[in-house]
């Protein structure tokens, strides 16, 4: 039986909040913002799940920024690819899984520009098999369909099971639950209060990678 992992992008494979702070820290210095307007955005950002427009509609109006909002979203998805980071041995640990016979794709909410930009810049297109990006191809996670385009392109089927592996209780962890997928969460703080129920938490996609790696057992081919 085939093996397949399907891994979410931003703060899981990539550290989407270190990149955007970044970002913040070179926005307010091109606008003469102080470090209390980087805060300001950082919060704003809501870990990327502000729809976009609408962060930059708020920066617009708190900072009294000129220019149209597509045009500041715009500059936005040019500028973060190249800010976003893949640590090695993230990019190790997935070589490892495919030598070891997985199939690994990327499954991501987002505009394609900026998410394929991540993916590229990263090195990431170079160690999975296969992505899958709602803004390419119409359709968000947690609906099956992304996760189904990811698998196929992977060479490989929901059918057959696998595990979803992300740091969403609802995108990845429920969404992985809803195909019938093994889950593990990458708890990184952000949902306090959530009760996700995935198989699996960790703090960090390399001990995801890890768990993959020793061999456990699938626990819901276990259960059946």
Same mark, same amino acid.
């Given at each position: 039986? /085939?093996?397949?992992?399907?891994?979410?992008?931003?703060?899981?494979l990539?550290?989407?909040?270190?990149?955007?702070?970044?970002?913040?820290?070179?926005? *307010?210095d091109?606008?003469?913002?102080?470090?209390?307007?980087?805060?300001?955005?950082v919060?704003?950002?809501?870990?990327?799940?502000?729809?976009?427009?609408?962060?930059?509609? &708020?920066?617009?109006? @708190?900072?009294?920024?000129?220019?149209?909002v597509e045009?500041?979203?715009?500059a936005?998805?040019?500028?973060?690819?190249?800010?976003?980071?893949?640590?090695?041995?993230?990019?190790?640990?997935?070589?490892?899984? +495919?030598?070891?016979g997985?199939?690994? *794709?990327?499954?991501?909410n987002?505009?394609?520009?900026? &998410?394929?930009g991540?993916? +590229?810049? /990263?090195g990431?297109?170079?160690?999975?098999?296969?992505?899958?990006?709602?803004?390419?191809?119409g359709?968000?996670?947690?609906?099956?369909g992304?996760?189904?385009i990811? *698998?196929?392109?992977?060479?490989?089927?929901?059918g057959?099971?696998?595990?979803?592996?992300? @740091?969403?209780p609802?995108?990845?962890v429920?969404?992985?639950?809803?195909?019938g997928? *093994?889950?593990?969460?990458?708890?990184?703080? /952000?949902?306090?209060?959530?009760?996700?129920?995935?198989?699996?938490t960790v703090?960090?996609v390399t001990?995801?990678?890890?768990?993959?790696?020793?061999?456990?057992e699938?626990?819901?081919?276990? +259960?059946?």
């Amino acid at each position: 039986m /085939t093996r397949l992992a399907l891994f979410d992008l931003d703060n899981t494979l990539v550290d989407h909040d270190e990149a955007f702070r970044r970002w913040a820290e070179e926005f *307010a210095d091109d606008h003469g913002l102080d470090a209390e307007a980087v805060e300001r955005l950082v919060a704003l950002n809501g870990h990327g799940y502000l729809p976009r427009e609408a962060l930059f509609a &708020q920066v617009k109006e @708190d900072f009294g920024i000129d220019g149209q909002v597509e045009d500041l979203y715009a500059a936005y998805r040019r500028r973060m690819p190249r800010l976003a980071r893949c640590p090695q041995q993230v990019r190790d640990g997935l070589t490892r899984l +495919r030598t070891a016979g997985w199939r690994v *794709a990327i499954v991501t909410n987002g505009r394609a520009d900026n &998410q394929l930009g991540k993916i +590229r810049s /990263t090195g990431l297109d170079e160690v999975v098999d296969a992505w899958a990006v709602s803004g390419a191809e119409g359709v968000r996670k947690p609906e099956r369909g992304l996760f189904e385009i990811a *698998a196929t392109r992977a060479g490989a089927s929901l059918g057959a099971g696998g595990w979803v592996i992300g @740091d969403h209780p609802v995108m990845d962890v429920a969404g992985g639950r809803a195909i019938g997928f *093994a889950t593990i969460w990458i708890d990184r703080g /952000t949902w306090a209060g959530q009760e996700p129920a995935p198989d699996h938490t960790v703090t960090d996609v390399t001990e995801a990678i890890g768990i993959l790696l020793s061999g456990v057992e699938h626990p819901i081919a276990e +259960r059946r």
